[in-house]
């Protein structure tokens, strides 16, 4: 256990100021995410050096497309969420604080992704910013030694903790749920103008990919889906956009997402967005990188391996610029 960063006291409570939820909590209370808790008349972090899952993964299966395609990343999640999706695809680790964990530090971490020859370290699996203070510290540990550090993250913090851990971030894949407050209140218990905020404080200076899980007869409407492309294209049209395919999890039994209504949404996404990709999806097709000026294959990514067709970050067809880091 170790002191959280960011409470403030009000009279006999705490209340806690790392995300929008502001929970405002008595001794012994744990807050919504269920992971950070007062005792003693402190806010503590119950997750600090407690790791459910470790991987050496594909930097693409965050999905991130256009972060060091082709490289291995070590990935580290712990257990806690600030939300409470009925469709939680890692339910068994998310909302179990039971689950076994192992302890590593933050030291340890970055020993074992220089151990692994990893590019850096993905902070996943379970909602990496619940567990803040354990990333600030590993990831201010892995920038010393030339790592880089990844989100992978429902974006519900507020500006100020984020601001703090930003400068050691390198990439963050953001799933953003759907684009409507119903949504997040009834089906997340969340809100999405936080994370509409998140993005806008994130794309201006770190690479940010976007995620939206499609379901059906929730969020996949034409026109929630041209609100969401709308607003990404009112931030840059270059950031890559993956729509993936629901499949019934945790607490939704609606039925998978038809292929047919990826491709609409993918289709409705090209005609504004540069970069837009099929997840959970059969077609090689879905996950190549094209080029937004002349439609050549660019990036070719199968399951085996990635082949980068570029000349520098350039096009080698018409020159146009891929927004890519290498």
Request: charged content about 20%; some cysteine.
């Given at each position: 256990?170790?002191?959280?960063?960011?409470?403030?006291?009000?009279?006999?409570?705490?209340?806690?100021?790392?995300?929008?939820?502001?929970?405002?909590?008595?001794?012994?209370?744990?807050?919504?995410?269920?992971?950070?808790?007062?005792?003693?008349?402190?806010?503590?972090?119950?997750?600090?050096?407690?790791?459910?899952?470790?991987?050496?993964?594909?930097?693409?299966?965050?999905?991130?497309?256009?972060?060091?395609?082709?490289?291995?990343?070590?990935?580290?999640?712990?257990?806690?969420?600030?939300?409470?999706?009925?469709?939680?695809?890692?339910?068994?680790?998310?909302?179990?604080?039971?689950?076994?964990?192992?302890?590593?530090?933050?030291?340890?971490?970055?020993?074992?992704?220089?151990?692994?020859?990893?590019?850096?370290?993905?902070?996943?699996?379970?909602?990496?910013?619940?567990?803040?203070?354990?990333?600030?510290?590993?990831?201010?540990?892995?920038?010393?030694?030339?790592?880089?550090?990844?989100?992978?993250?429902?974006?519900?913090?507020?500006?100020?903790?984020?601001?703090?851990?930003?400068?050691?971030?390198?990439?963050?894949?953001?799933?953003?749920?759907?684009?409507?407050?119903?949504?997040?209140?009834?089906?997340?218990?969340?809100?999405?103008?936080?994370?509409?905020?998140?993005?806008?404080?994130?794309?201006?200076?770190?690479?940010?990919?976007?995620?939206?899980?499609?379901?059906?007869?929730?969020?996949?409407?034409?026109?929630?889906?041209?609100?969401?492309?709308?607003?990404?294209?009112?931030?840059?049209?270059?950031?890559?956009?993956?729509?993936?395919?629901?499949?019934?999890?945790?607490?939704?039994?609606?039925p998978p997402t038809s292929i047919d209504s990826l491709i609409r949404a993918k289709e409705i996404a090209d005609k504004k967005l540069d970069y837009v990709y099929l997840g959970n999806v059969e077609g090689q097709e879905y996950r190549n990188t094209y080029c937004p000026k002349c439609n050549k294959e660019v990036i070719?990514?199968?399951?085996?391996?990635?082949?980068?067709?570029?000349?520098?970050?350039?096009?080698?067809?018409?020159?146009?610029?891929i927004k890519v880091i290498l």
């Open positions: 256990m170790k002191e959280a960063l960011y409470y403030t006291y009000e009279e006999d409570k705490i209340k806690c100021h790392l995300c929008p939820h502001y929970c405002l909590l008595a001794e012994g209370q744990n807050g919504r995410c269920q992971v950070r808790k007062v005792e003693d008349n402190r806010l503590i972090t119950i997750t600090y050096n407690q790791v459910s899952a470790v991987a050496l993964d594909p930097i693409e299966k965050k999905p991130l497309f256009h972060f060091y395609p082709g490289s291995q990343i070590l990935s580290l999640g712990t257990v806690g969420c600030n939300l409470k999706c009925k469709f939680c695809q890692n339910h068994n680790i998310v909302h179990d604080t039971e689950s076994r964990t192992e302890t590593i530090t933050p030291k340890e971490a970055v020993h074992l992704a220089l151990d692994y020859n990893s590019i850096g370290i993905a902070y996943t699996y379970s909602e990496p910013l619940v567990w803040y203070e354990y990333i600030l510290e590993t990831a201010q540990l892995a920038y010393q030694k030339g790592l880089k550090n990844v989100l992978v993250t429902n974006g519900m913090i507020n500006p100020e903790p984020l601001k703090e851990l930003l400068p050691y971030i390198d990439a963050v894949n953001l799933d953003v749920k759907a684009f409507t407050e119903d949504f997040y209140r009834e089906i997340c218990k969340g809100s999405l103008n936080p994370v509409k905020r998140t993005a806008e404080l994130v794309y201006q200076d770190i690479l940010l990919e976007i995620t939206t899980l499609l379901i059906p007869g929730l969020n996949d409407s034409e026109e929630e889906i041209k609100e969401l492309v709308d607003w990404i294209a009112t931030l840059d049209i270059s950031i890559p956009l993956h729509f993936s395919r629901y499949f019934p999890q945790y607490q939704l039994d609606i070719s990514r199968n399951y085996n391996s990635v082949q980068i067709n570029l000349d520098g970050k350039s096009c080698s067809n018409c020159g146009q610029e």
